[in-house]
Each structure stands twice: as C-alpha cells, then as structure tokens.
C-alpha cells in the first residue's frame, strides 16, 4: 500500500475496519494502573474489613507486606513434594477440588474421588500446629482469634466430608515425606495399575 495514494489508503482503511483490524478507540478503555506499594492501605481486603467493622493490620515495611502477600492458598512446596511422590507410585488425584457438599463448600489439597478421601497438608502456622505452630507477638489481637478461626473451620470441614461419606487426612507440613505418602497410601489403598510403557 503506497502513503501517497489516497484511494489506497481509503480502500484500506475501510477493509481493516470491516474485518475488525482496526483497534477500537472511542469505545476503549483506559487500562487500570498498577497500585503502588505504598497503598497498601487502600487493599481490597482492608476494604472489606473495614466495611464489616473490622480492624485491619497495616505493616509499615514493605518487605513484610510482600511476604504476606506471596504466602499460597494452593500449590505449597510440601503439596507439590507429596503431589509427586504420590503420581511417582503409580495414583492419580484431583488437586485442589471444589466439593459443594450439603453443609459447606470444600477444597482439598489432594481429593482421590473413586475412592473419596480428601487429604490436606497444613501449614504450621496457618493451621496452630501444636507442636510447631507460633503465636505472633506483633498485632496478637488481630492474630489470635484468625489463627482460631482457621482451626475451627478445619474442623467443620472434617465434618462435612465425613457426613458426606469422604475419609479425611489431615497432614502437618513437618511431616516428612516418607511417612506422608505412607499415610496416603494406608487410606487410599493400592494404586490403579499403570498402563505398561
């Protein structure tokens, strides 16, 4: 297409905007810019906590926020170490599973369907180890009754699969590996027989 023609460059105009190659500028929208660090304060959680009527935690060091914020929900390193060995011995799982039971809505880290049995591996302190877990010095008042909350709905988590019919595991992330694959394989049973390779 020559600059210099105008016809050409009318024609073309006109074949990009009907097969949609043209970007789209009235009707686009601006993007979101990133949040800084520093509005922290401004996070949706804290957001949310201050809707309810709740005090919120505000770190001052950045660093600490960051570290919290990289703390996982899924996909721990003692999960992907047991994910592993379990797939090494031969048993397929489905991780991290939605269950929408009758009582509560349920997430195993490792749930074996067919044979219904749900297995978690807690984190230390996320889940009050006894032997391990910490109670944090700094903001005890925000710290303490979260930590017992989690504790709590651990346990009506085990209810609710147990009333469902699920066998639950519960496995501590100081376990070592060995004995958490032995304890899979003591609820789960033997494996489905591998196809030969």
């Known amino acids: 297409m020559a600059h210099g023609d105008p016809q050409a460059n009318a024609s073309a105009s006109s074949q990009d905007v009907a097969s ?16 800084p660090l520093a509005d922290a304060a401004e996070s949706r959680s804290a957001t949310l ?30 999960e992907l170490a047991l994910r ?51 109670k944090p010095k700094s903001n005890e008042w925000y710290w303490s009754p979260k930590l017992t ?13 147990t009333a469902a019919g699920w066998t639950v595991l519960r496995l501590w992330e100081h376990v070592p590996l060995t004995d958490a694959v032995a304890a899979v394989v003591a609820a789960v049973g033997t494996p489905k027989a591998l196809p030969p390779r």
């Open 20 to 35: 949609g190659a043209v970007a789209r500028t009235a009707k686009s929208r601006p993007r979101k810019a990133k949040r």
């Open 49 to 78: 906590a201050a809707a309810k009527g709740k005090a919120y935690p505000f770190t001052a060091d950045p660093g600490r926020a960051a570290n919290m914020r990289g703390n996982r929900r899924a996909d721990t390193k003692p």
């Open 84 to 134: 592993a060995a379990l797939f090494a011995k031969g048993y397929r799982y489905r991780k991290d599973l939605r269950l929408d039971l009758p009582a509560r809505r349920v997430r195993p880290d490792i749930a074996f369907t067919r044979r219904r049995v749900a297995v978690f591996v807690d984190g230390c302190f996320w889940h009050a180890c006894p032997e391990h877990g910490s």
């Open 149 to 161: 909350k989690n504790v709590e709905r651990d346990r009506a988590v085990d209810d609710a699969l």
